[in-house]
């Protein structure tokens, strides 16, 4: 093999690393969007910005020195429950509204967190504490470093548990009868409105381990840092087929993977074109993503 | 023998919007019997059972189950209180396995053994849902859906078991099977409204019925009764 082709694997393999970190922030994301628009049909595109409320969070209890494992629950749930509160107050009482007014409510809700963070904490990015010490780890020429290795190991350990409690719990179960049709699942006795709640809690919890991650990754937070990441996520989840959970996590390591390879053999500033570009070349190929099936509406 | 009234309606109205769909019926059906309501499309049928399930609202009337209005209580409280459906449409989670939907059906029991021997009574009934049971439901025929829906209403122990349509666009002779299975239940003391456009079907195994035209009750009495009215005969039984 000559010196430059092994270059290339070399690089190649970098940039698979780095690009499945950043898929993996995309797929805890992504999950949400799915799951949300899986039981009630909206795009919460508010969805980024809890991202961003798990960075923060993150950030201030871990400046007051709180140990990175326990900032992880506590900025999913603080996340998680600023979510239901949401839910509970602005979706819920336009649920039957129809899904425009539904979606235009979403877009209101990402302006007001964007613009409240803003006001409260400041435009200006913020840098993230060093919550551990980062080390790196060399084979060959790829390097790895130990917040690339939490962001995996946390990413995967999330989606494990997360596909569990879908398949393997009471909740769960009524989680998917819930998502199939509302009425089916309260004539089983299941409160349709707990279960909306529980999935917002969820999805909006994995955005905040996100946050946190990301912060870990990239060192600052700042309030418009779920904007990007948000539609990227969005695009991750119409990627993988909307509604579908494990669609979301395929959709996210492809587009994390296919940026970084932009970014590394093209042009970096290529990177946000190329993703929206591949959620134009999916709705126009196979809207019903990777792993939709092109079911019949329900009547 | 003293008769209980399970479930009493009276004079109730249903709207959808600006659709006066229901005009006021009132109906009772005793523990242990089997009342059918007959009617052609669009009567109201699927309407009335919803509403008693609680997925709509009565604009008008009330609804008593064991004596109590449950007319504004939400459909997940009704299933508590001992009223079950298996819907137009069997409506089957077609993601979940038979025996999770199975499992659905008993989503609020907390008696784990009373919850297994039920299993082995609704596998008993309809040996089909057994052989399939970790098959996904949306693979099953129409006939073993409607037999996965009703044995699903069933596992939630109800007291009163909502059926609409059971023989819906199902192959004859498992509609047999399905009536079979019915007038089982209730040899067994299930309480059934049973919803039929076949009405010959229906009234031969219910005690009594009802017949609602547009909205209205046109007629009732004991099931011998209609099944040789005239009326009856010429409308819906085709002779």
């Given at each position: 093999m000559s010196e430059d082709t092994m270059y290339f694997f070399w690089d190649l393999g970098q940039y698979l690393i780095n690009g499945l970190t950043q898929g993996s922030i995309y797929a805890l994301v992504a999950l949400g969007y799915t799951m949300v628009y899986g039981i009630?049909?909206?795009?919460?595109?508010?969805?980024g910005e809890f991202y961003m409320i798990g960075a923060f969070i993150g950030y201030y209890i871990i400046l007051a020195g709180v140990p990175l494992y326990l900032a992880f629950p506590i900025a999913m749930l603080g996340s998680g429950l600023i979510a239901v509160i949401i839910e509970r107050l602005v979706y819920r009482p336009i649920r039957?509204?129809?899904?425009i007014p539904a979606l235009i409510t979403a877009l209101g809700i990402s302006l007001f967190f964007q613009y409240l963070g803003q006001m409260l904490i400041g435009a200006d990015p913020k840098a993230f504490p060093a919550a551990i010490e980062e080390k790196t780890y060399i084979f060959g020429e790829i390097m790895i470093t130990n917040i690339q290795v939490i962001i995996l190991v946390a990413t995967f350990v999330l989606m494990v548990v997360l596909w569990w409690l879908v398949n393997h719990t009471r909740i769960g179960k009524a989680m998917r009868a819930t998502s199939y049709n509302h009425d089916a699942a309260e004539l089983m006795g299941i409160d349709t409105n707990k279960i909306i709640s529980f999935t917002f809690f969820i999805g909006a919890a994995l955005a905040g381990a996100a946050g946190v991650l990301v912060g870990m990754y990239y060192t600052t937070v700042e309030p418009m840092m779920g904007l990007i990441p948000g539609l990227k996520a969005f695009i991750a989840a119409v990627l993988g087929g909307i509604g579908i959970i494990p669609g979301a996590v395929l959709g996210g390591l492809t587009l994390g993977v296919a940026e970084n390879l932009v970014v590394g053999f093209w042009v970096s500033t290529y990177r946000d074109a190329v993703a929206f570009a591949i959620l134009i070349i999916i709705l126009l190929i196979k809207p019903a993503g990777i792993l939709g099936k092109n079911r019949k509406e329900k009547v | 023998m003293t008769t209980e009234t399970l479930l009493e309606i009276k004079d109730m109205h249903v709207h959808y919007g600006a659709i006066h769909a229901i005009h006021g019926i009132n109906l009772k059906v005793n523990k242990g019997e089997i009342v059918t309501i007959l009617g052609s499309n669009g009567a109201g049928k699927t309407t009335s059972l919803h509403t008693i399930s609680g997925l709509l609202k009565p604009s008008k009337g009330e609804i008593l189950f064991k004596g109590k209005?449950?007319?504004?209580?939400?459909a997940n409280k009704i299933v508590s209180l001992g009223i079950a459906q298996s819907p137009e449409g069997r409506m089957?989670?077609?993601?979940?396995?038979v025996k999770e939907n199975l499992e659905m059906g008993a989503y609020l029991r907390r008696d784990k053994a009373e919850i297994e021997k039920d299993y082995e009574y609704m596998y008993n009934l309809f040996p089909k849902l057994k052989e399939r049971s970790?098959?996904?439901?949306?693979?099953?025929s129409g006939g073993e859906q409607q037999m996965l829906a009703i044995a699903r209403a069933y596992m939630s122990k109800p007291e009163l078991l909502l059926l609409d349509?059971?023989?819906?666009?199902?192959a004859p002779i498992l509609v047999q099977a399905i009536f079979n299975a019915i007038v089982e239940l209730n040899k067994k003391g299930m309480t059934i409204l049973l919803v039929e456009q076949n009405a010959y079907a229906s009234l031969k195994i219910a005690h009594r019925g009802y017949v609602l035209t547009t909205g209205e009750i046109f007629m009732e009495g004991p099931a011998s009764e209609l099944i040789e009215n005239d009326e009856i005969k010429k409308a819906y039984l085709g002779h």
């Open positions: 009630i049909k909206l795009i919460n595109f508010a969805h039957h509204a129809g899904r | 209005r449950i007319d504004h209580l939400k089957v989670f077609p993601d979940l396995s970790a098959q996904l439901a949306g693979t099953l349509e059971p023989s819906l666009g199902i």
